[in-house]
């Protein structure tokens, strides 16, 4: 006779080994990506050693850029972002800062700082955005704008930004992220490479403890705060083994919203950002691949892996949380709204390899996992699994995801060597390790609750602090 007990069991295992299913698929494409990465970045600093970057500036002519800085009450950043901004090593590039209604002094700061004036500007295109209450130019440096527009998110102020653009090539990026000195040039590459490219992306880096001097990052170093340092592990996992590893498969699903370049008539083309969604530069990336896959028009997406952008990261479990919520919920609008993709050989690797990748693992995944680890644990207690299941479970959980980690922070460490100190290094390393008992199961709760929040329709971005940037005196004062 059955029991209940008996079917509870077969549930409980059933699903154990979906788990197990679940896990083997994540680490297949984790580990597919980390491989392609590996020779990708091999290849191009191959490519790059043979490539003098100030000499193919001069013989391509690179286009001019605007670099799009949309600002929500970012007071203690902006200025030196600002003056990052305006040092870049680009022959021919604006500024536009656009305040999205702020309600701290980020106007005034910017005002006063760069000697500000009202000046007039044409806007170009006609993309969604709210109204614009006035435009300011620097009296000092011409190339530096300022938009005061009322609030709208930062979407809607990206399109603000867009309307008033004049050059071919845009960069969006946000207030508080500094670039350095030749990210634009590096960025730019793949445009002159390939005239049928619409984006690329660049590499985020955790600047939380470095020292800025005059707009630059001066010193490099890794985060005191525990989370902070969490972060720069996921980032080099994220950027260096996953975007890297999807742009070799020309299968760019995902452009930072910190630090990316796009054609502008194709953006305009497209309709511009959504501003019905938190995940906006996602949106725009996976409109661009649906437009011209639709369309049969050829195009290219990229990421290139050393024009790096810095950014403060949250250095609290709650705000933190509140970035990973709204992240998920930017992932569920995104892949929701495009589902026609999914699984659709009209849309060639997109449709048939990234977007079930995203889909399923991504968005899907936190739901199987979590409670996966707790099934296991009942498992246990009941004494349904066996040793080999015990095992197999461990290996593919904590033992492959540790191993994957250590991978990351060794292609940091072959290609780019950011953090001089070997004390840095052995911290990457362990936090490789003790990442995947505690601080992983922590991010996956918030992916679920941001799940959670998507399908209850929560908006806004919720409230982010920032501390500022630990800036240095200018030499010589």
């Not at 993309?127 to 300022?146: C, D, E, F, M, T």
């Not at 500094?178 to 690329?200: H, Q």
């Not at 972060?231 to 995902?254: H, K, N």
């Not at 492959?400 to 100190?421: D, I, K, M, N, Q």
């Amino acid at each position: 006779m059955i029991t209940l007990v008996h079917i509870l069991q077969l549930i409980l295992e059933g699903f154990n080994y979906l788990v197990l299913f679940y896990f083997l698929a994540l680490n297949f494409f984790y580990l597919f990506t980390t491989v392609l990465a590996f020779f990708a970045l091999r290849s191009y600093a191959r490519r790059m050693k043979a490539v003098d970057l100030t000499a193919l500036i001069a013989k391509a002519g690179v286009p001019p850029v605007t670099l799009l800085a949309p600002a929500y009450n970012e007071e203690a950043t902006c200025i030196e972002s600002t003056k990052a901004l305006l040092a870049l090593n680009y022959p021919e590039y604006e500024v536009i800062v656009i305040n999205d209604g702020s309600k701290d002094r980020t106007v005034e700061v910017l005002v006063e700082a760069f000697e500000m004036v009202p000046a007039e500007r044409a806007a170009l295109s006609n993309l969604k955005s709210a109204k614009v209450r006035g435009l300011y130019r620097s009296k000092y440096q011409p190339n530096l704008w300022l938009i005061d527009k009322e609030n709208g998110g930062k979407a809607d102020a990206l399109n603000g930004g867009v309307n008033y653009c004049r050059t071919p090539l845009f960069c969006a990026m946000d207030a508080d992220t500094l670039l350095e000195r030749d990210a634009l040039v590096r960025i730019v590459r793949p445009f002159l490479e390939d005239a049928t490219t619409l984006a690329a992306g660049g590499i985020i880096r955790i600047v939380n403890d470095c020292t800025i001097r005059s707009g630059a990052v001066e010193q490099i170093r890794l985060p005191k705060n525990l989370l902070a340092k969490y972060q720069v592990l996921e980032y080099l996992r994220a950027f260096l083994s996953g975007r890297m590893g999807w742009s070799a498969l020309d299968a760019t699903l995902i452009i930072s919203g910190a630090f990316g370049v796009f054609k502008r008539s194709a953006v305009v083309q497209v309709g511009g950002y959504a501003t019905d969604t938190v995940g906006e530069d996602m949106e725009l990336v996976v409109k661009l691949h649906r437009f011209h896959r639709e369309n049969k028009i050829p195009y290219k997406i990229s990421f290139v892996p050393d024009p790096v952008a810095w950014t403060e990261c949250p250095e609290s479990i709650k705000i933190l949380g509140r970035q990973r919520d709204r992240w998920q919920r930017g992932l569920f609008e995104v892949l929701t709204r495009h589902r026609v993709m999914f699984m659709n050989p009209r849309y060639g690797r997109i449709g048939l390899l990234a977007f079930p990748y995203f889909y399923l693992l991504e968005m899907l995944g936190p739901a199987i996992e979590l409670p996966g680890y707790f099934a296991f644990l009942i498992a246990i207690i009941w004494g349904t699994v066996s040793t080999s299941y015990m095992i197999a479970f461990f290996m593919v959980s904590f033992v492959f995801g540790v191993a994957l980690s250590v991978f990351s922070v060794a292609l940091e460490e072959l290609t780019f060597r950011r953090y001089p100190r070997f004390t840095d290094l052995l911290k990457l390393f362990f936090l490789a390790i003790i990442e995947n008992f505690g601080y992983r199961q922590l991010t996956i709760y918030w992916r679920i609750h941001g799940f959670i929040s998507a399908l209850r329709k929560v908006e806004g971005w919720g409230k982010m602090e920032r501390k500022g940037f630990a800036t240095s005196p200018t030499k010589g004062k």
